[in-house]
């Protein structure tokens, strides 16, 4: 389902909202979440979730779902659909005011669709960060076979083997990838997710493996860096950039609570000042003006 589809179906929901409410309670409720994946979608849905819920007389104990539209449209400053939003948060909340604190079904069923309607959101937000991944290892995966085009045909020898290991160990993961976009088939999906987890999950390894993928196309990027005292993992971390990754998002992905830490360090080695250009740009600048090919 593209996300022109997930509108379609948001938009046959909304339609039978006034006479049916049932009926597009059971499709917006049955919708997979991994479909909405823009935050427009997202508030969309829990807007139309809550007016659904209200019209079906199932009330909620607190504003938690439709909060999701309050804050997007506030955001983005649609005052019409923000005075939507508004509107039908406090008809929620006026009907959580009047459920009875003796009514453990009710308030019981409410908590159920809360949490569950959380969990879901929290799954599609994992899947998110799960495809932040794909496209950052689809891209060194491009990268690496851009690696054996160019390769084949300037060196007379071969490329050292340990990094030839590596990249025929991407090509592995990107064969999944693209077998689990073209097919739609949830299996396969859950194999591609497996093949990445196991291919990033030792973070030390893979930036270090990263260095050494990166040297064998850009040796004289690489040069440059390792003379200026940085570390094999250093200079993982630093590659991780070049593929267009933004500070916060390599955070994430190393997981290390001294990422900004870490960051500085390798802009003093760097020879960066605090208020000098961006990490990210400086080294895919320093990538380009040695770019030998």
Not at 83 to 92: C, E, F, H, N, S
Not at 216 to 244: A, R, V
Request: hydrophobic share 40%.
């Amino acid at each position: 389902m593209h996300e022109s589809d997930a509108g379609r179906l948001l938009d046959n929901a909304e339609a039978h909202l006034e006479m049916h409410p049932d009926s597009a309670f059971v499709a917006l409720d049955s919708l997979d979440r991994r479909h909405l994946n823009t935050p427009e979608l997202r508030a969309r849905h829990a807007l139309l979730y809550s007016i659904a819920l209200e019209k079906c007389g199932i009330s909620m104990t607190n504003d938690s779902i439709i909060n999701i539209a309050v804050s997007y449209y506030s955001n983005k400053g649609d005052k019409e659909k923000a005075d939507k939003a508004l509107l039908w948060r406090d008809i929620i909340l006026e009907h959580a005011g009047k459920v009875d604190v003796t009514d453990t079904l009710q308030r019981q069923n409410a908590r159920i669709i809360q949490e569950r309607y959380a969990d879901k959101l929290e799954l599609v937000e994992k899947r998110r960060q799960t495809w932040a991944i794909i496209l950052f290892s689809t891209g060194l995966l491009a990268f690496c076979i851009m690696i054996i085009r160019r390769y084949a045909h300037r060196l007379k020898q071969k490329p050292d083997d340990k990094a030839m290991a590596l990249i025929r160990q991407r090509l592995s993961v990107l064969d999944k990838i693209l077998a689990s976009h073209i097919s739609s088939d949830d299996k396969a999906y859950r194999i591609s997710e497996e093949e990445i987890e196991n291919l990033i999950s030792d973070r030390e390894s893979f930036l270090i493996s990263t260095k050494i993928v990166f040297k064998e196309n850009h040796p004289g990027f690489i040069s440059i860096l390792e003379q200026k005292g940085l570390t094999d993992w250093e200079i993982g971390y630093c590659c991780l950039f070049t593929l267009g990754l933004k500070g916060k998002e390599v955070g994430e992905f190393i997981q290390k609570k001294r990422h900004y830490i870490i960051s500085s360090e390798i802009r003093k080695k760097l020879g960066l000042g605090e208020h000098d250009t961006n990490i990210g740009i400086w080294l895919r600048r320093l990538i380009s003006e040695t770019e030998s090919f």
